[in-house]
C-alpha cells in the first residue's frame, strides 16, 4: 500500500468532518466494543489465559528462528513447497514467479494485510493477472480502489448506500438496498471465480510449529475455498507468526475471536497441512508458503519488538478514543490505530509517520483490551522518545519543553512566572473566568474549547502565605 | 502518619483551592502534612513528549523533595501515576536515583486511594445536596486503580447521590499536549464526554484530575453548557471554589 | 548466503544469540512441542451433548437427533421438507449405504459441485465448547460436500462429541497419523458483517448447517 501517514494531520480533520464516515464509525465502535465486552465474560478465567498468551506469543519471538525450522521441516514432509522472502518487492517477485510456472491467469484471494504491506494485488494486476479478493469488505473496497481503513473489518467505513451504489455500477444490475441482498449478490458473483481461478492466495493467521501447518480464521467460507479449490494455493506469512503448538493455537483462538469480534469462536478455522495427498479427491496440486521478513527482524531487534506479539485482532482500535473518531485511512497505511501508530514508523521509517505515535492520549484504553498485553501506549512514548533523539520534532516544541524543564528546576523564578501568569491569566479571563482564545501554540486548544482562567493566585503564594499567618500568630 | 503533600503544576497555578482541599482532608484524617516548599512539576510534560532529560530534572527535584516523607499524596491520578508507575523506568539510565525513586513510587498514593484504603477516613467534611456523575480519568484508573474509592467516599456525604454517565471511563481526550496539538480530535473526543455529562442528567459532574477538568469545562462552556465541574477533594472537603 | 540463512541469522541476533542453535537449544524446543501441553482452560462444568446442542444454536445451526444410523435418511427428508429445500444434493461415501431413496431423497456418494444444493457429511468428532464441528479432509471425507451447497447437514454420533478443541486434537493424535490435509473447524452457517457491521448468513459457503446427533 501507499505510504500517505505524512498526511495524517489534514486527513484526520476531513474525516471529523465527514458525517457519513461518524456516522460508520459510531456505529461500529457501539457494536465491537459491546460484543467483545459481553463475549470476554464467557471466560471466567480471561486474564489467566491473556498471561499465558502474552507468554507463548513471547516465547515464539525469543525461539523464532529454532521454530521455524521445525515448522518448515515438517511442512516440506507434507508436501508444502516452502520460500523464504526477505522484502516485500520479493514477495510479489515470488508470487509471480509461482504463477507464470503454472500458467496462471486468474487469481482468487483471502484476506493477507502482509499482501497490503507489499501491494501485492496492484503488482499482479501490472503482470496481467486476474486477481479478485473475497473476503466481502476486501471485495468491495477493491471494487471501489480504496484501501482499508480496519484490519478486520476493511470496509467498516462505508455505507449501506455506498455499496448499494457500487454493486449497481460494477456488477451492472438494478441497485438493491438491503444488506443481505447486496452480500448474496456479491455470493452470487464471486462463485464462478471460486470455481474456476487457477491459483488461490491466502495469509496465515498462525503457523503451528508442531504440525508444518498454516492455519486462517474466517467466517464467510471465502478462506477454505480459497485454499481448496484452485490447483495452486500460496500463502504469504510474517516470520513472526509461528506458534510452538496445536494446544497453543487452541487457547490463543479463545481471545483472537472474541477480541476481533465478539465471537466465542469463528465460523471457520482451517488448518492446512501440504498439499493434495494421493488419496484426496479435492485440494490443490501445490501449496506454497512464503516465509517472509520485510522488517520484522529489525523490529524484533528493535525495543518495539512485543509490538510482534500481535495476533491482529483489532481491539485495540475498537477502543481508541482517536481511532474512534477519525478512523483508519488518516494513518495512511496498512495497519491503523495503536498498532499501527508504532508498526507504521517501525516497518516505513519514523520521520515517515510523525503524527501517528503523537495522535494519543496516552490513556491506555488499547492496552487493557488486548489480548497478549503489548504496552502499547509505553512503545508509543519510546517512538516519541526516538523522535526527540533524532531531532524530528518542531524546534518550538523542543525549546518550549526545556524552558519549563529549566524554569520548574527553579522554584524561585517558577514561582515569579507563575505568580505574573495566573494574574494575566484571570484578567485575560474576564468575569466568566474563561478564555476564548489562547496564543499561538495554544490555539489547538480553543479552536473547539474554551479554556478556563486561572484563579489569580498560586497555590504555593497562598499556602506560604497562610504558613507566615501561622508562625506570627493571631492579630 | 506522616503525609507529603505534592499538589500538582496545574493544582498550582489554576485551582490552589484543589490544594488546600487536600491539605484539609488530610489533616481531617488525622495525618501530618507536610507540603514541601519548593514543589513545582512531576515531569510529565517532558516525559510523555519524549524528553527523558527535561523530565529527569524534574524528577530528580521531586524525589530530593518527598524522599524523607512516609507517604506522598497527591491530589491527581496522573501525576501520582506519573511518579508511582513510571519514575523507576525514567531512572533507568539513573543508577545513582533509581533506587530513591522506586522507593518514592511505592509510596505514593492518590488522593482518594490514599484516604479510603490507607487512612480509611469514616466521615468527611464536605456538604452537597443533588446529584453528581463522576468521571474516571484515565491514569487515575488505569495506572492507580482509582474506581471505587471516589465514589465510597463521595457517598459518605449526606444528601449526595451519584448518577454514573454511560461510559465514566472513556478517555476525555486530554492527554497533555495532544489536547493542543490535536487539538479538533482532542475536542471532539471532549464533545462525546461532554454529551454523556449531559445525558446523565446530574447536577455537577466530579472527577479526579486537572487536565481533565480543563478540558472538560473549557468544551462544557463552549457548548453553553454551565454545569458544574468539580474536583473530588474539594467536594469531599467543602472548600469549594469562592468566584 | 540464501534469504533464509539472512533472516534466520537476523532473528538469532535480535535474540541475542550467537552461532548456530546448540542441540540443547533446539531439545528444549523439541521438547516443548513434544510435551504440547494446554494453556489454561476455561471452566467447562457442563454436560458435553446438551452443551454442544445449546451452541450449536446459538452459532445459528439447526439441530436434530435420532436414535440410530438407520433414522437419518427420514429425519433429514423432513428438515428438507419443512425448510421448503431441494430434495436432493451429495453425502459422503460412508452414508452411500442408507435409504435415501425411501426417505424420497436424491443424494449421491460424490464430492460436491457447484450445482449441488445439499451436502450431507459425517465428522471428525464434535466440540461442544462452542458447537463446532471437526472436519478432516480425506479420501472419503470430501471438503467440498460442506462447502460448496447452500446447505450442510452434518451428522454427528453423540459418542463423538468432546469437551474442547484441545479434546480434538488429542482425539486425532490418538486415531490418526498426523494432520490431514486440511483440518476445518465448522460453527455454524457462514456469515459477515463487513457492511455497516449489520449480521448476514450465507456469504460463500452455506447458509444453513443442521446437525444430526445419532445415538
Known amino acids: 500500500m501507499q505510504i500517505t501517514s505524512r498526511d495524517f494531520k489534514r486527513v484526520a480533520s476531513r474525516k471529523l468532518a465527514d458525517p457519513k464516515l461518524q456516522k460508520a464509525l459510531g456505529n461500529a465502535k457501539g457494536k465491537l466494543v459491546v460484543t467483545r465486552a459481553r463475549s470476554i465474560l464467557e471466560l471466567d478465567n480471561y486474564e489467566e489465559i491473556r498471561e499465558a498468551s502474552a507468554r507463548v506469543r513471547d516465547f515464539g519471538l525469543q525461539n523464532m528462528d529454532v521454530l521455524l525450522e521445525e515448522w518448515e521441516r515438517r511442512a516440506v514432509a507434507a508436501g508444502t513447497i516452502v520460500h523464504w522472502v526477505e522484502s516485500g518487492r520479493e514477495v510479489n517477485a515470488k508470487v509471480i514467479e509461482i504463477a507464470r510456472r503454472h500458467n496462471v491467469r486468474k487469481i482468487i484471494k483471502s484476506k493477507s494485510m502482509l499482501g497490503e504491506e507489499t501491494n501485492l494485488n496492484h503488482e499482479l494486476e501490472a503482470a496481467g493477472l486476474d486477481v479478485r479478493e473475497t473476503d466481502l469488505g476486501e471485495y468491495i473496497i477493491q471494487q471501489s480502489g480504496e484501501t482499508p481503513s480496519h484490519i478486520i473489518a476493511p470496509a467498516v467505513h462505508k455505507s449501506r448506500d455506498d455499496v448499494a451504489d457500487l454493486f449497481a455500477e460494477k456488477h451492472q444490475r438494478r441497485r438493491l438496498t438491503d444488506i443481505a441482498a447486496l452480500t448474496h ?99 490443490p496440486g501445490e501449496f506454497h508458503v512464503i516465509i517472509v521478513d520485510a522488517g520484522r527482524t529489525k523490529v524484533l531487534a528493535s525495543d518495539m519488538r512485543e509490538a510482534l506479539r500481535c495476533i491482529r485482532c483489532g481491539a485495540c482500535m475498537n477502543h481508541c478514543p482517536v481511532y474512534q473518531n477519525i478512523g483508519g485511512h488518516a494513518y495512511g497505511w496498512v495497519y491503523p490505530g495503536p498498532i499501527g501508530s508504532i508498526l507504521t514508523p517501525s516497518y516505513v521509517g519514523l520521520e515517515n509517520a510523525i503524527d501517528l505515535p503523537n495522535a494519543a492520549t496516552l490513556c491506555n484504553q488499547c492496552g487493557v483490551v488486548c489480548p497478549v498485553k503489548i504496552p502499547l501506549p509505553d512503545l508509543m512514548r519510546k517512538l516519541r522518545e526516538k523522535q526527540v533523539e533524532r531531532g524530528l520534532r518542531p524546534w518550538g516544541e523542543r525549546v518550549g519543553l526545556r524552558l519549563w524543564a529549566w524554569a520548574a528546576a527553579r522554584p524561585r523564578i517558577y514561582s515569579l512566572l507563575t505568580r505574573i501568569g495566573a494574574r494575566i491569566g484571570r484578567l485575560a479571563g474576564g468575569r466568566a473566568g474563561l478564555l476564548h482564545k489562547l496564543p499561538p501554540g495554544g490555539s489547538g486548544w480553543t479552536t473547539g474549547r474554551d479554556f478556563p482562567a486561572p484563579k489569580g493566585k498560586t497555590f504555593r503564594e497562598l499556602y506560604a502565605r497562610e504558613r507566615a499567618g501561622k508562625r506570627s500568630g493571631p492579630q | 502518619m506522616k503525609v507529603g503533600l505534592f499538589v500538582t503544576c496545574l493544582v498550582d497555578l ?55 516523607c512516609e507517604y506522598i499524596v497527591v491530589p491527581s491520578g496522573s501525576c501520582s501515576g506519573m511518579i508511582r508507575a513510571h519514575y523507576p523506568e525514567l531512572f533507568a539510565e539513573l543508577p545513582e536515583y533509581r533506587a530513591r525513586a522506586e522507593a518514592v513510587a511505592a509510596r505514593t498514593y492518590e488522593l482518594t486511594d490514599f484516604l479510603q484504603n490507607m487512612v480509611r477516613l469514616e466521615r468527611v467534611p464536605g456538604k452537597f445536596s443533588g446529584s453528581v456523575t463522576y468521571h474516571d480519568s484515565c491514569s487515575g484508573l488505569r495506572e492507580m486503580g482509582v474506581k471505587s474509592q471516589p465514589r465510597a467516599l463521595l457517598s459518605k456525604i449526606p444528601g449526595l447521590t451519584i448518577k454514573e454517565m454511560q461510559q465514566p471511563e472513556q478517555c476525555c481526550g486530554f492527554g497533555g499536549t495532544f489536547a493542543v496539538k490535536y487539538g479538533d480530535i482532542s475536542s471532539r473526543i471532549a464533545d462525546l464526554k461532554c454529551e454523556d455529562v449531559q445525558a446523565a442528567g446530574a447536577d455537577a459532574l466530579v472527577l479526579g ?35 | 548466503m540464501s534469504a533464509r540463512e ?41 454436560d458435553p451433548l446438551p452443551r454442544f446442542k445449546e451452541r450449536c444454536i446459538v452459532m445459528m445451526s439447526t439441530v436434530d437427533q435420532v436414535a440410530s444410523r438407520s433414522d437419518l435418511p427420514a429425519a433429514i427428508a423432513r428438515y428438507l421438507t419443512s425448510n421448503r429445500l431441494p430434495l436432493g444434493g451429495v453425502c459422503w461415501p460412508e452414508f452411500a449405504d442408507l435409504d435415501w431413496g425411501g426417505a424420497g431423497l436424491d443424494i449421491a456418494a460424490r464430492p460436491a459441485t457447484g450445482r449441488d444444493m445439499v451436502g450431507v457429511t459425517g465428522s471428525f468428532c464434535a466440540i461442544a465448547e462452542n458447537g463446532t464441528l471437526m472436519l478432516l479432509s480425506g479420501e472419503d471425507t470430501h471438503a467440498t460436500t460442506s462447502l460448496l451447497p447452500e446447505t450442510h447437514i452434518a451428522v ?5 462429541v468432546v469437551r474442547s478443541m484441545e479434546d480434538g486434537w488429542d482425539l486425532l493424535r490418538r486415531e490418526r497419523e498426523g494432520l490431514p490435509r486440511q483440518v476445518n473447524f465448522v460453527s455454524g452457517p457462514s456469515r459477515t458483517a463487513d457492511i455497516e457491521m449489520t449480521l448476514v448468513m450465507g456469504v460463500h459457503g452455506p447458509f444453513r448447517v443442521h446437525v444430526v446427533v445419532v445415538n
Request: proline letters at 6%; aromatic letters at 4%; hydrophobic letters at 40%.
Open chain 2, 209 to 243: 484530575d486537572l487536565g481533565c477538568m480543563l478540558n472538560i469545562e473549557g468544551r462544557l462552556r463552549r457548548r453553553n453548557d454551565n454545569t458544574p465541574v468539580l474536583h473530588v477533594a474539594e467536594v469531599l472537603a467543602g472548600e469549594l471554589p469562592q468566584d
Open chain 2, 14 to 68: 489554576m485551582r490552589p483551592n484543589i490544594g488546600f482541599a487536600a491539605l484539609r482532608l488530610l489533616e481531617a484524617a488525622g495525618c501530618d502534612v507536610v507540603v514541601p516548599a519548593t514543589q513545582t512539576c512531576c515531569g510529565q510534560p517532558g516525559y510523555n513528549s519524549g524528553d527523558r532529560i527535561a523530565a529527569q530534572a524534574l524528577a530528580r527535584k521531586v524525589v530530593d523533595e518527598f524522599d524523607a
Open chain 1, 185 to 283: 449478490e456479491a455470493r452470487e458473483i464471486l462463485r464462478p471465480h471460486f470455481l474456476d481461478a487457477d491459483m488461490g492466495i491466502s495469509g496465515a493467521n498462525f503457523l503451528v510449529a508442531e504440525t508444518g501447518s498454516t492455519m486462517i480464521v474466517t467466517n464467510e467460507g471465502n478462506g477454505r475455498m480459497t485454499t481448496t479449490m484452485p490447483r495452486v494455493h500460496v500463502a504469504i506469512t510474517g516470520v513472526e507468526k509461528i506458534i510452538p503448538t496445536l494446544e497453543d493455537v487452541s487457547m490463543i483462538l479463545r481471545l483472537l475471536t472474541r477480541s476481533a469480534t465478539g465471537q466465542s469462536i469463528s465460523n471457520y478455522l482451517s488448518f492446512t497441512t501440504g498439499p493434495k495427498r494421493p488419496d484426496d479427491k479435492d485440494g
Open chain 3, 156 to 160: 454427528v454420533p453423540a459418542s463423538r
Open chain 3, 6 to 46: 539472512n533472516i534466520l541469522g537476523r532473528i538469532r541476533a535480535a535474540n541475542g544469540k550467537t552461532g548456530a542453535a546448540s542441540a540443547a537449544e533446539r531439545e528444549a524446543v523439541a521438547a516443548r512441542l513434544r510435551t504440547h501441553a494446554r494453556g489454561p482452560l476455561p471452566s467447562m462444568d457442563w
